[in-house]
């Protein structure tokens, strides 16, 4: 019986919180960031840098209770030889908060529900 409980208590600990599903941007001068993160682990990630726009979509999940990892999808080697393609296929984004996340140094916003 203990052991069971133990199992459930760690099995419910693992599940990611809600309430990090959203869309989360940084908007600056010469840079524009978005991550989505669906309910469903699946997620999408723009990066846009002067005249390089790199994006990548994948599975992501809770490496711990503060960290996303995010693993981008195999991609053909056509995409791979593209202008902009996102070489780093594993990237990592910590949680701030429910409305925040830091990713390559920069935080990032959730947007709004309209």
Excluded: H
């Excluded at 390089?52 to 791979?80: F, H, I, P, R």
């Amino acid at each position: 019986m203990k052991a069971q409980i133990v199992l459930l208590f760690f099995l419910c600990s693992c599940k990611p919180n809600k309430s990090i599903f959203g869309i989360y941007y940084r908007v600056g001068k010469d840079y524009n960031y978005q991550v989505e993160l669906k309910a469903d682990s699946t997620f999408y990630l723009s990066k846009q840098n002067f005249d390089v726009n790199s994006s990548c979509s994948g599975k992501w999940y809770m490496k711990n209770k503060a960290t996303v990892a995010l693993k981008c999808n195999q991609s053909n080697v056509e995409d791979q030889l593209a202008k902009g393609y996102l070489n780093e296929r594993s990237q990592f984004a910590v949680i701030i908060n429910p409305n925040s996340l830091r990713m390559d140094g920069l935080k990032l916003s959730k947007k709004r529900p309209n």
